[in-house]
């Protein structure tokens, strides 16, 4: 064996890192690739070109999304919502957060979902998502059913219950909410898991579905216990259902809360929209929960 050794190729495009994700004490999900995209500001923000994954989103050093399985997450949090209800019931949709576009490509399969209004607070994220990540983009790139509003979903809200707009459907499609230490809020979406925020939307979606990611409980059971006792208080028991999805590069099954004045655990129209996760069978199945879930979610 030499002594020295020549220096390593270079490979790819973008600055070769290991990136530590922490998750637990002691537990970091670790990802090696070229990260070739960076920006600071509100949130840090990472793209990264991964062999495995393909190419993956992290905003404040949370992953957000990979290319690989990224239709898993937006597949679980809008058909089984949208498959809940008949045809032609859900006309006018607002997304709060969701500016990768994953969630608005899903609801455009819908010929009956008249106007989709995507409002994230972050301009980059769109742009990124245009540049690096263009399978999150709907097929017709210019379908005039669908608005992007950069604004704070909050404030957007507060101002269409104002002016008495009525929504079929919202879908809260943000990253996880702050566990910082009291008075240090980091995370961006952190007033989007408010009680204020759920009154509001109760206020402009008064006979409609409300549907909100809630993470992954094994490693983050305090946003599943915050998020579902807010559902709980804002809408009734008798209307808050929790479903999940194994998103493989999240670790393990997210948590979706959904509100429903009706029984949402069967599909109620035929499944005519291209899926590759989404089947009526798994709909069912999704709202069956593990006991250490549903011993939380009391």
């Not at 997304?95 to 972050?122: M, N, T």
Request: hydrophobic letters at 40%; glycine letters at 6%.
């Amino acid at each position: 064996m030499t002594i020295m050794a020549d220096s390593l190729p270079t490979e790819g495009q973008g600055i070769r890192l290991i990136l530590g994700e922490p998750v637990q004490r002691d537990f970091f999900y670790v990802y090696h690739g070229n990260i070739i995209h960076s920006e600071g500001g509100p949130q840090t923000l990472y793209v990264m070109d991964h062999v495995f994954w393909g190419r993956i989103l992290f905003l404040n050093g949370t992953l957000q999304f990979t290319t690989r399985d990224e239709f898993i997450y937006h597949e679980a949090l809008v058909h089984i919502p949208v498959q809940s209800r008949p045809e032609k019931s859900i006309k006018k949709v607002l997304i709060c957060g969701g500016g990768d576009f994953g969630a608005a490509r899903e609801l455009l399969k819908y010929q009956d979902i008249e106007k989709i209004i995507i409002a994230d607070i972050d301009p980059r994220v769109p742009e990124v998502v245009k540049k690096f990540f263009p399978e999150l983009l709907p097929e017709k790139k210019e379908d005039p059913r669908l608005e992007l509003l950069i604004t704070d979903a909050y404030k957007l809200v507060a101002d269409l219950v104002e002016k008495e707009e009525v929504f079929d459907l919202v879908i809260i499609d943000s990253t996880d909410p702050d566990v910082a230490p009291e008075g240090s809020t980091i995370e961006l979406s952190h007033s989007l898991f408010s009680p204020h925020f759920h009154e509001l939307l109760k206020r402009l979606a008064p006979e409609g579905l409300v549907v909100q990611q809630a993470a992954t409980p094994f490693t983050m059971k305090n946003v599943l216990e915050w998020t579902y006792r807010t559902f709980v208080e804002v809408y009734g028991p008798e209307e808050v259902y929790c479903y999940r999805a194994d998103i493989p590069s999240f670790g393990g099954d997210n948590a979706y809360l959904l509100r429903a004045p009706e029984e949402p655990t069967k599909p109620r129209r035929e499944l005519t929209v291209p899926t590759k996760y989404y089947t009526h069978a798994l709909h069912t199945a999704s709202f069956s929960l593990p006991k250490f879930w549903t011993e939380v979610l009391k």
